[in-house]
């Protein structure tokens, strides 16, 4: 199970933290994402980091503002999000691969598992 946090409302060009807690001894072995979905509109990848940690990827909206990072000790994945936009109001969802040390770089939505129930960020103009 995954558990997001964090969220909360901030102004333009603030920053917020997001946190990812998942169950299980085996958190190490496992890619993690973050994904958003603002009203009205689909599920939008945001970011990815690989389960060795060595590689990451974002979306083009979001690179440069936002950083994934993960602490396997605390079987924690984080997004650290700086120069908030309005357009980045969305519930923030995290997600792990659906396999363990999943060789993709780029990974599509059906090859996650274990979705966490989201965290609203609002970002007020």
């Known amino acids: 199970q995954l558990q997001a946090s964090g969220g909360g409302l901030v102004q333009a060009g603030g920053s917020l933290r997001l946190s990812c807690v998942a169950s299980g001894r085996t958190f190490s072995s496992y890619g993690m994402a973050w994904f958003r979905q603002a009203p009205g509109k689909e599920r939008e990848f945001v970011a990815r980091i690989r389960w060795s940690g060595d590689y990451t990827y974002y979306a083009d909206s979001v690179k440069g503002r936002f950083t994934i990072s993960r602490d396997n000790a605390r079987n924690t994945v984080y997004l650290q999000m700086n120069s908030l936009k309005p357009e980045d109001t969305a519930v923030y969802y995290c997600?792990?691969?659906?396999?363990?040390?999943?060789?993709?770089?780029?990974?599509?939505?059906?090859?996650?598992?274990?979705w966490g129930r989201g965290t609203q960020v609002t970002v007020s103009s």
């Open positions: 997600a792990k691969d659906d396999r363990p040390r999943q060789t993709k770089l780029v990974v599509p939505p059906n090859e996650y598992d274990s």
